[in-house]
């Protein structure tokens, strides 16, 4: 059973950084997309990131981008979302998934996702 545990959430002030990592195990993320999502107390859940392990190209949400980056380390089978001036709005629990699908592309779909981490929560303080 595949697995992806996400860490690296807290409580951090207006304009602070965070980096989040998603590992996964029984899983080799080679060819495979991993998603980043979030969902905000009595919101949808949403799309953030992407990162397409084929080919290294990644995907942001414009409500992100130039703040959230998502990288990937093949040796640890870890896939990050590194998070910079954090705004209040980014509160959020953030999750980590895969389809588990080498037919998968970014920008992920959630309806696609099989397999998901159990969350980390955000909370950016004003």
């Known amino acids: 059973q595949v697995q992806l545990v996400e860490s690296g959430g807290g409580l951090v002030q207006t304009g602070g950084s965070l980096r989040l990592s998603c590992a996964i195990s029984k899983f080799k993320i080679d060819s495979y997309v991993i998603g980043w999502f979030r969902q905000a107390p009595g919101k949808e859940r949403e799309r953030v990131g992407c990162?397409?392990?084929?080919?290294?190209?990644?995907w942001n949400a414009d409500s992100v981008r130039w703040r959230f980056t998502v990288s990937r380390e093949p040796l640890e089978n870890t896939v990050y979302l590194q998070m910079n001036n954090l705004e209040t709005e980014d509160t959020a629990v953030y999750y980590c998934?895969?389809?588990?699908?080498?037919?998968?592309?970014?920008?992920?779909?959630?309806?696609?996702?099989?397999?998901w981490g159990s969350g980390t929560l955000v909370i950016v303080s004003a």
């Open positions: 998934a895969t389809s588990g699908m080498r037919s998968s592309s970014c920008p992920a779909n959630e309806g696609a996702m099989n397999h």
């Open positions: 990162i397409n392990n084929k080919d290294g190209t990644t």
